[in-house]
């Protein structure tokens, strides 16, 4: 198989890189919720994305450095895996080292694997990742939940004063940055990322929720994106928060409830969503509403000598 390194040539190439990830859902631990993703401001600069095609043309893998997650997000043809995974690896690599000392550039990078894809995990052993499951106090591995619509919802109540609505479109958008950066205690939410996920592919206006405090200021979010994951219609939640002063309220479970009881609505069979498996309050939101850890994700993480 004849395999050709092409450049990211911007939107246009978006609808093509979903697909590709939509056809293998079994292989990629990211599948629904990659408009999102690909909405993010690590694309401003497409050097830092790359796509690989075979001789007649079919897109066959793509990869993105995705600075806002310090991950490298790619999805691979299977057919394509041995051949490929190691050069779209040392892809990443050489852009990792070119963007050091710039605004893009991180001292170490991730990449999430499924615990059961062995010779991928051995790619990236080999390929100088470490595994960061027994990293001791800095130990990080994740789960991929999942909640079928066949299972009672209680969806729960929100606090008096309180409601529960979509996202009022770009007007809100500013105030959804402030919000999504005081939960994660990160600037790397952006006005242009989050105006991109509105006219993204797949972007549904009444699963984006929020829930608003009773004097009109945004306290949580919650968008359920919805597309197809092992043949049905399936949802995904992606990103997911509440202020921190608002999360002793029952506001948490009111809104992930609403935003998948939306997703069932919608026609979803089950809704995905992935998290931290230890450390992380969400996870426990999640199974206390019914969600079930199907997969084991590892994290593997390569640090750059030099990056600062």
């Not at 911007?10 to 079994?26: E, K, V, Y």
């Not at 992930?256 to 997703?263: K, M, Q, S, W, Y």
Request: net charge negative; glycine share 8%.
């Amino acid at each position: 198989m004849t395999l050709t390194q092409y450049p990211f040539s911007g939107a246009a190439d978006i609808p093509s890189m979903l697909a590709l990830a939509h056809a293998f859902p079994s292989e990629h631990l990211r599948v629904i919720d990659l408009p999102y993703r690909l909405s993010s401001w690590a694309l401003d600069d497409p050097a830092n994305a790359a796509l690989w095609r075979d001789s007649g043309d079919q897109l066959i893998a793509w990869a993105v450095l995705q600075t806002p997650f310090w991950t490298i997000d790619y999805v691979i043809h299977p057919v394509a895996e041995q051949a490929l995974h190691r050069q779209v690896l040392d892809w990443a690599e050489r852009r990792a080292e070119a963007i050091a000392g710039t605004p893009a550039g991180l001292p170490a990078w991730n990449v999430m694997a499924f615990a059961d894809q062995a010779g991928r995990i051995l790619d990236l052993i080999a390929a100088g990742f470490a595994n960061q499951a027994d990293a001791g106090e800095d130990s990080w591995s994740k789960v991929f939940l999942r909640r079928p619509a066949s299972r009672p919802l209680t969806t729960g109540n929100h606090p008096p004063g309180f409601s529960l609505r979509p996202l009022a479109g770009e007007s809100e958008v500013a105030a959804y940055v402030d919000l999504h950066r005081a939960v994660f205690q990160s600037k790397n939410m952006t006005a242009g990322w989050r105006g991109r996920t509105l006219h993204a592919p797949g972007y549904r206006p009444d699963l984006d929720m929020v829930a608003v405090t009773p004097d009109g200021h945004l306290a949580g979010f919650c968008i359920g994106w919805l597309g197809r994951r092992d043949g049905v219609v399936a949802g995904q939640i992606e990103p997911f928060g509440v202020g921190r002063e608002h999360r002793s309220l029952g506001l948490a479970w009111a809104l992930l409830a609403e935003t998948v009881r939306c997703l069932y609505q919608s026609g979803a069979e089950y809704v995905y969503v992935e998290t931290d498996n230890y450390r992380d309050a969400a996870l426990g939101i999640y199974q206390a509403i019914g969600f079930e850890v199907v997969r084991d994700v590892l994290v593997f993480r390569k640090d750059f000598a030099g990056i600062i």
